[in-house]
C-alpha cells in the first residue's frame, strides 16, 4: 500500500475522531441541562402561591362573615326581645340590624367571588402540576437517551482510537512526522485526486506530477501543498 492512502486513510480515521468528538462534546453539554423543568416548576410555585393566597383571604372573608352573624343575631334577639321599649332605642337597633345585614350580604358576594377566584387557581394548580410531570418524564427519557449516546460514542471513539494506533504503527515515521507538520496548518492534508484534478484545491494536475504520484512517492499539489493520493 503507498505511504499516500494510508496517510489518506489516517486521516479518515482522525476526521471521524474529529466529528465524533464534536458530537460527544455536543451531547455532554445537553446532559443535566433542564431549564425546561425549572421553567414549570417556576410557573406551578407562582400558582401554588396565589392559590394560598386566595385561601387566606376566603378564610378571612368567612370570619368575617361569622363575626357579622353572631353581631346581628345578638342585636336581632335584643331588638325583638320585647325588653326595649323606647321607639327611638328600638329605631337605632333597627338600624344596626339593616347596617348589618347589608354588610353581610356584601361580605357574603365577595366570599363567593373568592371561591370561584380559588376553584379557577385550584383547577390552574393542578393543570401545571401534570405539565410538570410531563415534562420531567420527557425529561428524564432525554437524558437518559443522551446517557445512552455518551457510552455509544465513546465505544466509537475508542474503536476509532485504536484503529489509528494501528495506522500509526504502520506507516513510515518521517511521513507520519510530516503528515503532522502539514496538518499544523490544515485539517485535510491529504487530498484524493480525480480525473487529474487535485480534490483539495480543484486545480488540474500536471503530468509529470501525476505520474510521480502514480509510481507511489510522496508527491504535494504544487497548488495547495497537499499530499496527492490516487486512489
Ligand atoms: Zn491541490
Known sequence: MSIAKQLYQLQEVELEIASNEQALKQIASQLGENQAVVKVQAKLTLEQQRLEELERQQHSAEWEIDDI???LST???ELYSGKIKNPKELTSLQHEVDGLRVKRDQLEDKALEIMDQVELATASVSAIS????TVETEWHRQQQQLSTD???LKAILSDLEHKRQLLLAKIDPEAVEFYYQLKKQKTQVVAEVEQGICRGCRISLPTAELQRARSGNLVQCS???RILFLA
Open 130 to 133: 401534570s405539565e410538570l410531570k
Open 69 to 71: 352573624m353572631s353581631k
Open 150 to 152: 455518551v457510552e455509544q
Open 75 to 77: 342585636t336581632e334577639e
Open 223 to 225: 497548488s495547495c501543498r
